[in-house]
Every structure is written in structure tokens, then in C-alpha cells.
């Protein structure tokens, strides 16, 4: 596979795999407008993934749909950070804030690449993905605004921080590790990155789930 | 033979399935239209990448422009192209007019958080700027929830992207 097909993927499985977990929320978040922005948000990136798949099925001669859903698990590229399982709302906010973070990073890079089909989704994706950011950072703020929201949204950063990490490679990593530095006012621990490639066993359920009205009828069209 | 100017203005007549007050030329949508001996081209660029009305724009535009007696191909482009400042002077009104507070220009400034708090969104029932922000996100993803204070109705605001 080449290097562009592998980085799609990549990328797209982030999206793919992240709007699923955002999906948990609907229907259940804490309050209504988080059970919108939640679902909302689950329906942006899945929709990310969709375009970011099709890239990748022109290059490997097959569908957005056969790469989202007829993969073993193994040959998932998403990073670790978006595998977790629903989490309480403060590491679900830990989370989003710090794959947005990461995400803005590569995005940026994205961008300003040489593959003008790339650059140019790079650049749509990153329209929508402001708002998501823009979703994030006030949470963040309401956080840190309280001594108990502080508490705990600083546990859950250390917590995922090591996923984090893993989301981005060895040249953007220290961009973000600046970031989330400046954002919050402190030394993050340095930690060993949860790379790409591993995965964490609730990747298995989420696809069998995920996978399974598709399995149930294989080679209908919907 | 089928022309560039009736097929545009076939598309002008097919409504945006979600708010069916505008049309797909209207919003900005239509990127190209191409016709030759084979039959019409439309490249089509959709507004947010996840919106589940695509498909079924897709499916319009081909059956609308082939009903005019060519074959007709879609072509999905997602590219950097739109932006809410596509949606047309007249689409912006009927938007406004059916209760949709259009979105601000983006010469108006980047989108931002303190601009969501603290801008001036106009409510478009009374036209007063007293409005707060409730959700970035609402009932699609290219809409905003916020409430005016002045006549104490909620609405919904055109995200700019």
C-alpha cells in the first residue's frame, strides 16, 4: 500500500472510529445541548471519514463502504486515543479537546501539502472541524473555571495524555505537546506515546457492533 | 440538444431537501456544469461533508437534468471551493424569511467562539442583535441555536464555514 493510501486510512479510521464514541452520547449525554453538539459533532467526522475513504478506495480499487467496515480488525490504523469506550464527561471532554488539538496540527500541515486532492480536503474538513475546536475549548474554559472541574478534567489529561501523544507522529508530536502546555499553564509528564497500530480491546466490540447489520446481510445495497 | 442554460436552470428549480425554501443554485452548490455529445456533467460540492441530505441531492440532480432528455453525471467534488459566502443575495432572504438567520460573511471575521458570544447575530423574526448563543450545534450540522432576549424566541443560525 502506498505511503498516501496508509496516511488516508489513517485518518480516516481516526474519524471514522472517534464518531462512533461521539455517538454513544446521543440520546444519554448529561444535558440536552451536549446530546445535540455530540451527535452533531459524531455526524461531522463520520462524514469526514466517508470523503477520506473515498480518496483511498480510488487509489486501492474498492468502496469507502468495503474499507469502513469489511477490514479486520488489525488492519484498523486509528490511534488508541479514539478506540476508548465512552468515558464519564470529564475524560469524554479530555478527550475531544485533545484529539481537536491534535487534529488542528495535522490538519494544518495537511493543508499546505503537495497533493492538491488532499490539500483541498484537508482544507473543507478543517472548516467544520473549527466549530468542534470552537466546542471543545469552551469546555475547557467551564472546566477550568471551578476547582472540582479542574481537578478532575487535570486527572483525565494525564490520564489519556500517552494517547494523545499517539495520535500524531514523531515531527508534529512536540507541537502539540507545546499547545497543550500553553493551554493549560503546565508541564504535562512525559510519557511513552500509545502508538498507532496497537490497539486496545474495546476496538474489537466497537466493530462487531458497528459491523454487524453489514454482516447480516452481506452485499446489499442500503 | 440539451443546454448548459437549461440545465441550470432545472437545478435552480430543485430545492435543498432539508430547507426546502432555497434551491441547490441558491446555496452555492453547483460548481460546474458541463454538456457535450455524451451527455451533462454537474460537479456538485456538498456544504457540510456529513450531511445526510446528500445522497439524496445527488439523486434529484440526476433524475431532474436526465428528465430533460440526456444522461446525466454527478460528480461529488470535496474540495475547498464552498463556503457559506456561495449561498446567493436571494437565497439569503428566503433563508432569513422562513426563520433561518442567514450566516455572517466571512469578510465579517473568522468564525470564532467570542464571536458566537459576543457578535451581533441578527434574530430573524424581529431583527433585534439582542440574541445569546444556546449551541453551536443544532438541529443539522450547518445550523446554530441561539435565543433572542428581545422577543424571547429561539432560532436557528447558518453556521459561516
Known sequence: ?222 | MVTADAVWRTLEEIPDPEIPVISLVDLGVVKRVDVSDEGVRVEFTPTFMGCPALDAMTRAIRERVEALGAPCEVLVVNDDSWSTDRISAVGREKLRAAGFAPPPLRSEGTPSLVQLERGPFRCPWCGSTETRLENIFGPTACRSIRYCTSCSQPFEQFKTI
Open chain 1, 1 to 222: 500500500m502506498s505511503a498516501r493510501a496508509d496516511l488516508l486510512l489513517e485518518l480516516a479510521d481516526d474519524e471514522l472510529i472517534l464518531g462512533w464514541r461521539d455517538s454513544e452520547w446521543t440520546g444519554i449525554a448529561p444535558f440536552l445541548e451536549e446530546d445535540v453538539a455530540f451527535s452533531s459533532i459524531a455526524q461531522n467526522e463520520i462524514g469526514h471519514a466517508r470523503a477520506l475513504y473515498e480518496l483511498a478506495a480510488a487509489e486501492l480499487g474498492t468502496t469507502a463502504d468495503e474499507l469502513a467496515f469489511d477490514r479486520a480488525p488489525d488492519e484498523y490504523r486509528c490511534a488508541p486515543l479514539v478506540e476508548l469506550r465512552r468515558l464519564e464527561w470529564a475524560r469524554t471532554i479530555a478527550r475531544h479537546w485533545l484529539y481537536e488539538t491534535a487534529d488542528a496540527i495535522r490538519l494544518e500541515a495537511l493543508k499546505g501539502c503537495d497533493d492538491i486532492e488532499l490539500a483541498g480536503l484537508a482544507a473543507k474538513i478543517d472548516r467544520e472541524e473549527l466549530y468542534h475546536r470552537m466546542h471543545a475549548e469552551m469546555w475547557v474554559d467551564r472546566l477550568l473555571g471551578s476547582d472540582e472541574g479542574r481537578a478532575k478534567l487535570d486527572e483525565a489529561l494525564v490520564e489519556l495524555w500517552p494517547y494523545a501523544l499517539g495520535v500524531l507522529d514523531d515531527d508534529l508530536r512536540p507541537e502539540l505537546v507545546r499547545r497543550v502546555e500553553d493551554r493549560l499553564g503546565r508541564t504535562m509528564p512525559a510519557a511513552e506515546p500509545v502508538r498507532r497500530g496497537d490497539h486496545v480491546a474495546e476496538l474489537r466490540e466497537l466493530l462487531e457492533e458497528m459491523t454487524s447489520v453489514r454482516r447480516s446481510a452481506p452485499g446489499a445495497e442500503w
